[in-house]
């Protein structure tokens, strides 16, 4: 125990003395999503097994991913490693879509304790700012090897926000006027994220929107999407350039969030073929 403390104390001070002598530490770090796909409730005409393993391998399809994360000691850039898509089969009258992932181009200052994003909806697209979350990190003992590096366990508990309530309410109200339509949808729930972190690399950055713990994050696991880093490329010889996007309209949270509720509410009135279903993805 006490080394432990002693180490997780050393990464501490490691890490605000760097903050305060300037920028020393940087990388970039490598890691792989495999997200276990939502539940699906099936409204109106009856599906085949068949065709339900189709769609359950397009989504899986959409949602393991590639990401690279470009950090020093105070900023990151979290962005999808572009790639082409897998033929897909042919499942005439149904349409496969992943609505707002949240995985657009994303630009983190610890200093500033804020992040912003490219977004895009239907073809548009959008610079969206905001503050970072708060995480209470609860850091234990248990630790495990990720590569080369010793990590340590640390867990919080994410809370459903209003807004993600108040979406769901309405999505399960569109969901009850439309029996044609296959719906994929997620209650949200309180839930525990698992984070693994490195004293090793004493900076405080982490996967998608997680920071805040004395070590790189090198592993998060929600229990339905786990990512874990495949690579890590330290004080390459041609310092990484950190970048904040810019191209697209800008808006807050808050306002990105009452447009794509609206956009989303008109693509779901789109007048639909005879028998046609369409599978659509609540969330990210």
Excluded at 244 to 255: F, H, Q, R, S, W
């Amino acid at each position: 125990m006490k080394t432990f403390v002693i180490k997780l104390a050393q990464a501490a001070l490691l890490l605000c003395a760097q903050t305060i002598l300037g920028q020393q530490f940087y990388g970039k770090a490598v890691y792989e999503t495999k997200m276990r796909p939502p539940s699906m409730e099936v409204k109106g005409n009856t599906m085949s097994p068949e065709m339900q393993k189709m769609i359950e391998a397009q989504l899986k399809s959409q949602l393991d991913k590639t990401f690279l994360l470009t950090f020093n000691q105070t900023e990151s850039n979290w962005e999808e490693e572009q790639k082409l898509d897998a033929p897909q089969p042919n499942m005439p009258g149904v349409n496969v879509k992943i609505v707002n992932s949240g995985d657009g181009r994303r630009y983190t200052s610890l200093k500033d304790k804020s992040s912003v994003s490219e977004q895009e909806i239907m073809g548009k697209e959008f610079v969206v700012s905001e503050k970072l979350p708060v995480w209470e990190w609860k850091i234990t003992e248990e630790s495990k090897k990720i590569g080369n590096y010793t990590c340590y366990k640390a867990t919080a508990i994410v809370k459903v926000t209003p807004e993600e309530r108040a979406a769901y309410e309405r999505n399960k109200a569109e969901m009850a006027q439309n029996p044609k339509r296959v719906i994929i949808i997620d209650e949200p729930q309180d839930y525990e994220i698992t984070a693994w972190f490195t004293p090793d690399i004493p900076v405080g950055h982490g996967p998608e929107n997680f920071w805040g713990l004395p070590g790189l994050i090198l592993e998060t696991n929600d229990g339905q999407r786990v990512t874990l880093c495949s690579k890590i490329i330290l004080n390459p010889a041609e310092k990484p350039k950190i970048f904040v996007p810019k191209d697209g309209e800008k808006v807050t949270l808050e306002e990105f969030e009452q447009i794509r509720e609206k956009k989303m509410k008109e693509m779901q009135d789109m007048p639909q073929g005879r028998g046609e279903r369409q599978v659509i993805r609540i969330g990210g």
